[in-house]
């Protein structure tokens, strides 16, 4: 009896070891629509690397952070993965990320904001596969209709015509939509101030500083005037419609309203709308660089491979049909100068505010020091009667407070 | 052995987890545990989100309790009723809420709840009232869940309910009615005194579901508006696996172990008490 279980488990295990020459796979995680599309583009991978095959496995977006740190901590990662280039830095300290070689991209190609969000104590972990910016959407016949040719380049030149906006609609209408539960808007005109977020080497918050303050006092300034209504998005059952409708000019939104507002906006308001660069202080100035990176994963057995597959969705040629694809912005300056992209008149903004994105701070604890802040400011916009300086002391506190174990950690670094 | 394996275990390891500071940082390198003692629980007690959490979820708790009791038991007793027509229909209909998924009726409910095409603001409006953000203001959007979560689970008291109705023997009823009691009379008399055990029976497991509010929330709200809506199993669930402070969270599922532990040993007092008298 012993001795046919013991050559069945032989048999068995034999079975499960490949034979030479079986192809190398490589797993590779995606989300949401990029997961779906992607597919599309592997077989002429595979065509190129006839040893590899990839495997694309689809996460939701909602459930993607959680669900790659799990897999972290039970050893389960795959070679290959989409990361969202604010959560690279979380990554990076867990050391889970190979660094990447030199030779597999060219670095100077890349927007230099987009590409610096990678950068983590000057190693570079992942490659940038689509950029992600927010800019102004706006509607160009409501603008000419309350007497401006063109979008503002300055934040007095847009409060003016916020304002003119405002005398001419009735009470429904408002000059822009900033939705309280993002928090991007805000952080953009943050970013464009001279001061960090965070101070003393990323262990504190810089939040009470007077650069801060300026961005936060022109945010609440728009709620206050009544030029953006304090609501947020899950409130509003339809962008495109209340858009159409007219009940705000002005949008803070990233790449993918484009498509949206081809799709959606009857086609008598597709010739009036247009997108411009983000308004500074003092001219166009920053934007958030967001978007996504591609990453291998240091314990993965096929680095070689996986590295294979992201150079290859790298390329130009397959970032551009990646972008006829999804919508989704190329982060290389040379799939810009292609035709396609060119005579977009809608990605053309895109292209001037990616020269002009800043990284926010890099720190594995950035997400939940931004999420604080967008709930201190939504309880200060809805009425809780918190000040500027209080809002700006009260997010420094919980900055602080979600900073305590980096201090730590650097404190014991420096006394060995 | 396996209870011990698999059930104290856990526990245990959890316990140990809330006196240490294990983070993302701990994940990466088990060097960087603190031991942390009570600090985590000293600093929950100091947490304005986790009171409000908590108050939430007694809200929650408070009303929502004794509302599902009230739904479960009407339920059952219209089924039980002699006059009652389709029974099986009903029980059939009055139960499906309890064994659809929730993400799915959820999604229905929200369409309901909606502020400007929903049927139920369709309804206020009928009425001559103004129509609710059910969801988006913070006052209303508690009493929405709460109204959700009772829909969907009073079914199940309710069978419990109608199984406790049917164990009432008949002549109970006979006797009462040759004395000459009204329905009235029968029912605070005969009914529910007979029923006391099994009212006990679901209001402590009512409770200790109730106390466990996460999944409405979760897929209703996120949490929001401005956290109104925040269960302490919900804020425990961000601490722990949206931010990784895994010791933070076991402090959080330790406090709610104790208050659910002596709220229920509060009930079977009671319940004791009343027996005795």
């Known amino acids: 009896m012993r001795i046919i279980l013991t050559l069945v488990v032989a048999w068995i295990v034999a079975g499960c070891q490949e034979p030479p020459g079986n192809p190398t796979v490589v797993q590779f995680w995606a989300m949401g629509r990029e997961g779906e599309v992607v597919r599309e583009l592997i077989p002429d991978f595979e065509r190129a690397h006839p040893g590899i095959r990839a495997e694309v496995q689809q996460l939701p977006w909602s459930a993607a952070h959680q669900k790659l740190l799990t897999a972290f901590a039970g050893d389960a990662l795959p070679d290959v993965a989409q990361l969202g280039n604010t959560w690279l830095p979380e990554f990076a300290a867990l050391h889970a990320l190979d660094p990447v070689e030199p030779s597999v991209v ?181 934007s958030v660089a967001g978007g996504s990176s591609l990453v291998v994963f240091s314990d993965s057995p096929r680095k070689k491979a996986a590295w294979q597959l992201v150079q290859y969705l790298s390329q130009r040629e397959v970032q551009l049909r990646f972008h006829t694809l999804t919508g989704n912005l190329p982060p290389r300056r040379s799939a810009w100068n292609d035709e396609r992209l060119r005579s977009d008149v809608h990605a053309r903004a895109f292209r001037d505010q990616l020269e002009r994105v800043k990284p926010a701070s890099k720190v594995p604890e950035w997400e939940r020091i931004a999420t604080d802040m967008q709930l201190v400011v939504e309880h200060m916009v809805q009425g809780s009667g918190l000040t500027i300086d209080e809002a700006a002391a009260e997010i420094d506190r919980r900055a602080d407070r979600i900073l305590e174990k980096r201090r730590w950690l650097l404190a014991r670094k420096e006394q060995p | 052995m396996v209870i011990a394996v698999f059930f104290f275990l856990p526990v245990l390891a959890g316990f140990a987890l809330s006196f240490t500071d294990f983070d993302i940082y701990a994940l990466a390198d088990l060097g960087n545990l603190r031991f942390v003692g009570l600090a985590n629980y000293v600093e929950l007690l ?34 039980n009723s002699r006059l009652a027509r389709f029974r099986p229909f009903f029980r059939v209909a009055l139960f499906a809420p309890v064994v659809t998924t929730l993400v799915a009726v959820a999604i229905v409910w929200r369409y309901l709840l909606h502020t400007k095409s929903g049927l139920i603001n369709y309804g206020l409006e009928s009425l001559g009232l103004a129509p609710i953000d ?144």
């Open chain 1, 106 to 286: 060219d670095a100077s190609d890349y927007f230099p904001g987009i590409w610096q969000t990678n950068v983590v104590d000057q190693t570079a972990y992942g490659v940038p596969w689509y950029v992600d910016t927010r800019l102004l959407f706006y509607r160009s016949d409501l603008l000419a209709a309350a007497g401006h040719e063109r979008p503002p380049t300055t934040w007095g030149e847009w409060t003016d015509m916020l304002r003119a906006i405002k005398r001419r609609g009735g009470p429904h209408r408002y000059g822009a939509l900033l939705p309280l539960n993002e928090y991007e808007p805000l952080l953009a005109l943050a970013l464009q101030q001279e001061a960090p977020l965070l101070r003393d080497g990323d262990t504190r918050g810089n939040f009470r500083s007077e650069d801060f303050k300026r961005a936060l006092r022109f945010y609440r300034d728009m709620f206050d005037n009544g030029f953006a209504p304090a609501t947020n998005a899950n409130q509003i059952s339809n962008v495109w419609d209340e858009f159409a409708r007219g009940s705000f000019t002005f949008y803070i939104t990233g790449p993918w309203s484009i498509g949206e507002f081809k799709r959606r906006l009857p086609a008598s308001l597709q010739a009036s709308w247009m997108t411009a660069p983000l308004p500074g202080p003092a001219g166009p100035s920053y």
């Open chain 2, 46 to 79: 100091q947490t304005p989100l986790f009171w409000k959490a908590l108050g939430n979820t007694l809200y929650f708790v408070g009303v929502g309790v004794p509302l599902s009791i009230a739904a479960s038991l009407g339920a059952a007793l219209l089924l």
């Open chain 2, 134 to 277: 059910w969801l988006g203001d913070p006052h209303w959007a508690m009493p929405a869940i709460i109204l959700f979560a009772v829909w969907k689970n009073f079914g199940y008291n309710m069978i419990i309910f109608l199984a406790g109705l049917q164990s009432i023997p008949e002549e109970l009823y006979e006797a009462a009615r040759i004395d000459g009691a009204s329905s009235w009379q029968q029912l605070r008399h005969v009914t529910l005194p007979s029923l006391a055990p099994v009212v006990l029976l679901v209001s402590v497991l009512t409770m200790a579901g109730y106390f466990q509010l996460f999944a409405e929330p979760y897929v209703m709200t996120q949490g929001g508006p401005l956290q109104s809506t925040v269960s302490v199993l919900y804020f425990m669930y961000e601490e722990g696996f949206k931010w990784w402070n895994l010791g933070f969270a076991s402090a959080i599922a330790f406090v709610l172990f104790v208050l659910m532990f002596v709220v229920t040993m509060l009930q079977l007092y009671v319940a004791r008490l009343r027996e005795t008298s």
